[in-house]
């Protein structure tokens, strides 16, 4: 433990190092202007930032995408409470109680409850980072190739059985990423696969381009579809934020508490996230908390739940993607890019390697969570004025931004048509209701998957069976496995609890 | 005979399937050095494009047969997220119904023609209309605003490449090439 707090300790001396805190603070404000900003969201922020990276130093890459990550959980909630405009899922819950808080002219007291549940989600959430990341990587090393490969199986089971609305269409976008990431030459036999002769092809379709076409391009197109019309603003008089007394924060430690550790749970959880974390913390608090009959009336139980536990989710997902090289949620998946642009492979063996790395990101964790607050506190006044922009300006510059991120990638155009190619596939995903989320990690995680799936496979004479006998590996594919079917059990089980009128009157 | 209504929503399947099929047989005829008892590189992209016709065809059936979809096993993020929602009678989730095809094909074309013509124009000189005819596109129609955030912002973004991140973005042909290297020499960049 001592080396653990020395080596963070020195985390800290990186941190503020003057090209890392700059990195910082540039990602902060990125990432509240990206909560607030009309037609972004925080996964396209995340990845539009990434080009603006490919030449700075790793550390400080990394530490400017991961304040993003962060800080993006957070101003969303600052419309949803003043406007009632969330910014993406993660600020629905907030509208419940925090809204309605601020209808009854306690939005200041609202904003105040959000501050201190976004820093005290945050610092708990890095200080179990900072617990929980070397134990799990000192396990980790013991790992070979069939505990990796089931490791990948599970993180990519859940994400597709978490995402979407179809479990069918989910496992299919799963697999065209998984076939993606298959385009170019094969590592083992020089062979070319699904190249046609296009010599571009042969590096392979950097996950990038899918990235930013899917999730930024993409989305751009919908955004057209639907004609940019977004809902007028409501007048708010004043943005100012209220801390709470030290009473009734005593008063509300058991929800700050439930909704901390959940949101670090669900954070390590592959393919959950921040929405899941601030929905189920929200349904928890309904549940078992002391004044769940009032949620939803506009209480301040009913903001900690989901801010507390979206802001808590970054620490836990940064857990796997640090240790394992798995990705918690789609920002981290964007990390784990930024990770390899570098040509850094995170995982155990980074413990050791770039220990100096790993602990400046655990302790800009600490400071941009803090740093997010004191600019939350100071400036959200003028932060949510940006909300105000012409949705459509934001859109054009998104295009630049993907446009540069794919040239930049390879100097090549080739990549650039890709991007469109990738950018209408996405619009087709999300219009046809096929998540982009599983299609972008089986991009970036298909290669891994193969390369441990194909040397388990020589180094055990071909025996599969292999993924399921062995200790450790064999629970991970089980518990994989049941992530897969979870939702078709739970499909069967809401089917038979259903009264048979339904079916009568369908008729 | 099988209605309309159902076939309809089979069609993403069917030709996904169709596609899949296609990059099979093109994945059996990969060019490799074979090893006995050992697994080719052909195996792991036939996998994937055997578990895609899989799911193609159990959504084709369903459908086909079951017709609906109010029936769909749904991801449980999906669910969770429509369930709270409904529970509080919130509509901020509602995905927007209105779509505008023309405004999307337009907004597409727009984006390819953009592609087909920077190395021709120039990063600039195809930058600046690009973005101007995004914007109005989009129905924003404060001229002066458009001229001005067009302009700035492809001024801007040229020097940050350019000069900051060392990304050398395509100059143009000639003619068109001097713009590009006017505003270089402006803004000292090599």
């Not at chain 1, 599970?154 to 298959?182: P, Q, R, W, Y």
Request: charged share 10%.
């Amino acid at each position: 433990m001592e080396g653990v707090l020395s080596q963070l300790a020195l985390g800290f001396v990186h941190v503020f190092a003057p090209a890392n805190l700059i990195a910082l603070v540039v990602g902060l404000l990125a990432g509240l202007l990206v909560a607030v900003l009309p037609g972004l969201t925080l996964v396209m922020g995340v990845v539009l930032a990434l080009p603006f990276t490919y030449k700075m130093d790793v550390t400080a890459a990394i530490i400017l995408l991961t304040a993003m990550y962060v800080s993006g959980t957070y101003a969303g909630a600052w419309t949803s409470i003043l406007f009632r405009v969330p910014g993406e899922p993660i600020d629905v819950p907030l509208l419940w109680d925090g809204y309605t808080m601020a209808r009854k002219g306690q939005a200041p007291q609202a904003l105040g409850w959000t501050l201190l549940a976004a820093l005290f989600g945050g610092l708990l959430a890095a200080t179990v980072m900072v617990a929980l990341s070397h134990p799990i990587a000192k396990i980790a090393l013991t790992f070979s190739t069939p505990e990796y490969f089931a490791i990948i199986f599970f993180g990519l089971a859940s994400v597709v059985s978490l995402g979407g609305s179809s479990l069918a269409n989910a496992l299919i976008s799963l697999f065209i990423g998984l076939l993606i990431a298959t385009v170019g030459v094969d590592d083992t036999y020089g062979a070319h696969r699904f190249t046609f002769g296009v010599p571009i092809l042969t590096d392979g379709i950097d996950y990038l381009v899918v990235m930013v076409g899917a999730f930024g391009l993409g989305e751009v197109f919908s955004r057209l579809d639907y004609g940019f019309r977004t809902a007028p603003l409501e007048t708010v008089g004043t943005v100012k934020t209220k801390l709470p007394q030290w009473r009734d924060i005593a008063a509300t430690k058991a929800s700050f508490i439930r909704s901390g550790v959940l949101g670090v749970l669900i954070g390590i959880v592959p393919g959950a996230g921040a929405t899941v974390a601030s929905f189920l913390s929200y349904g928890v608090e309904s549940q078992y908390g002391k004044r769940k009959a009032e949620m939803g009336r506009g209480i301040p139980e009913g903001i900690i739940a989901p801010q507390t536990a979206a802001t808590s989710s970054v620490g836990g997902a940064m857990i796997p993607l640090i240790t394992m090289g798995i990705p918690g949620s789609g920002a981290t998946a964007i990390i784990l890019g930024a990770f390899l642009l570098h040509g850094l492979q995170p995982g155990p063996q980074v413990f050791q390697t770039s220990s100096d790395l790993v602990y400046a990101v655990f302790a800009s964790l600490f400071v941009a969570v803090i740093g997010m607050c004191l600019i939350g506190y100071f400036a959200a006044k003028v932060i949510v004025r940006v909300l105000e922009f012409p949705e459509v300006i934001v859109s054009a510059y998104v295009v630049m931004c993907c446009v540069l991120g794919a040239f930049a990638a390879r100097n090549n155009i080739t990549d650039v048509w890709l991007l469109v190619v990738f950018g209408v596939l996405g619009y087709l995903a999300e219009r046809l209701r096929f998540p982009v989320p599983p299609l972008v990690l089986g991009v970036i995680l298909g290669p891994l998957a193969e390369q441990n799936f194909m040397t388990t496979m020589i180094s055990f004479n071909n025996d599969w069976t292999v993924f399921f006998t062995r200790p450790v590996s064999g629970p991970i594919m089980a518990i994989g496995v049941f992530t897969l079917i979870y939702p078709i059990i739970r499909h069967l089980r809401q089917r038979a609890g259903r009264p048979a009128t339904r079916h009568a009157g369908r008729n | 005979m099988v209605d309309a209504a159902r076939l309809k929503p089979t069609v993403p399947y069917v030709l996904l399937g169709a596609a899949a099929g296609y990059l099979y047989y093109v994945a059996a005829h990969f060019d490799y050095h074979r090893r006995e008892g050992v697994l080719g590189p052909d195996f792991w992209p036939k996998l994937v494009l055997i578990l895609v016709i899989v799911t193609c065809v159990y959504e084709v059936a369903k459908r086909l047969v079951l017709g609906a979809r109010k029936e769909e096993v749904g991801g449980v993020l999906g669910e969770l997220v429509e369930e709270s929602a409904r529970a509080h009678g919130d509509t901020a989730l509602a995905v927007p119904v209105e779509h505008h095809p023309w405004l999307l094909v337009a907004g597409m074309a727009l984006s390819v023609a953009y592609v087909a013509v920077i190395q021709t124009l120039g990063f600039f000189s195809a930058t600046v209309p690009y973005i101007a005819l995004f914007i109005a596109l989009g129905g924003y129609r404060r001229w002066g605003v458009i001229a001005a955030v067009s302009l700035i912002g492809a001024l801007a973004l040229m020097f940050f490449f350019m000069k900051i991140v060392y990304v050398s973005l395509p100059i143009g042909r000639e003619p068109f090439d001097q713009v590009m290297l006017a505003l270089m020499q402006i803004m000292a960049i090599r």
